[in-house]
């Protein structure tokens, strides 16, 4: 009702704080759907202020933090959600929303190297037609194979991503660097036995 009373005005821009919080998720998506149609049909500008980074993931065009009443953040989002968070806070932000491990492979993990150790490794990889096939080149390049213990597909305002959680049957330097060229936001979760 409230986003009716507001177009009734014509307005240049539509700013709406925290539009869908404390709604079912079925009452979200319907929120999202109008918002980005308004957006389209209309041409009209959307501010959305939020604190759920699920929001941000399926509307957001360019993503702006603040902090302590500061911008410290202002990018496309697709590049933000590739792992392009110049700030802490936004790194912060996005890090407590990825997928939870398995209980499975949380029993066999560590924090640090141990002998005969395999890395896993946290990645968010592009879909589209033109991305690269990082886990192909990674081992016909680096001689790594990477076993996939985790995977989802991530839907954005821009395009879809897929979050990859791998084991790696080896680490050395020029890989690792390949593999955060492909995924800027690359993270090492921990160790595992090579042979898990």
Known sequence: ????????????????????S?????????????????????????????HEMDVIRRIAQRILVMDHGRVVEDAETAQVLRGGARHDVTRAFL????????????AQLRP???????????????????????????????????????????EGSAQMQAECVVR????DEAAMDFLRQASPSMEVVGYVPADS
């Open 1 to 20: 009702m409230g986003i009716a009373r507001a177009l009734a005005a014509h307005p240049a821009l539509l700013l709406c704080d925290e539009a869908t």
């Open 95 to 106: 890090h407590g929303e990825a997928t939870p491990l398995p209980e499975s492979l949380l």
């Open 22 to 50: 404390a709604l079912d998720p079925e009452t979200t998506l319907s929120i999202l759907d109008l918002l980005r149609d308004i957006n389209r049909r209309l041409g009209l500008t959307i501010i959305l202020i939020t």
């Open 168 to 171: 790696l049957s080896g680490q």
């Open 112 to 154: 640090e190297v141990f002998a005969g150790a395999a890395p896993v490794v946290r990645l968010m990889l592009d879909t589209e037609a033109t991305a690269a096939p990082v886990l192909s080149i990674l081992a016909r390049h680096h001689g790594i194979d990477a076993t996939i213990m985790q995977a989802g597909m991530i």
